[in-house]
């Protein structure tokens, strides 16, 4: 069993940055692929970056590729999502999520057995 704690959300101008934290407690976070989703009003939960265990995979939405960056320090069992460029269109809740096996950095939300509470991020223009 794994929880999940995201942090880092806020309020921010378009074309600034904001860097999301998730720290993994129960089972370590080298235990598995990590991934981050978000949802916007009216929207459907949406794949923005994943992850393998040991950080060697990543993988983007395309919406988001090459303005955001997923990273992870399984020492101190966390999660990253450092976000640059951010445009009204990335507010949403951001999730992050979970899933063993940990070598497959999954896009599909339904492989991912644990999830935080969600953090918001709203971007004005």
């Known amino acids: 069993q794994a929880q999940l704690a995201e942090s880092g959300g806020g309020l921010v101008q378009a074309g600034g940055s904001l860097t999301l934290s998730c720290v993994v407690s129960?089972?370590?976070?080298?235990?598995?692929?990590m991934a981050w989703f978000r949802q916007a009003p009216g929207k459907e939960r949406a794949f923005v970056a994943a992850?393998?265990?040991?950080?060697?995979?990543?993988d983007y939405g395309e919406s988001v590729k090459s303005r955001f960056t997923i990273s992870r320090d399984n020492a101190a069992n966390t999660l990253y999502l450092q976000m640059n460029s951010l445009k009204v269109e990335d507010t949403a809740v951001y999730y992050c999520?979970?899933?063993?096996?940990?070598?497959?950095?999954?896009?599909?939300?339904?492989?991912?057995?644990?999830w935080g509470q969600g953090t918001q991020v709203t971007v004005s223009s």
């Open positions: 992850i393998t265990s040991n950080g060697g995979t990543t």
């Open positions: 129960g089972r370590g976070a080298s235990n598995y692929a």
């Open positions: 999520s979970a899933t063993w096996p940990p070598w497959n950095a999954e896009r599909n939300f339904n492989k991912y057995q644990y």
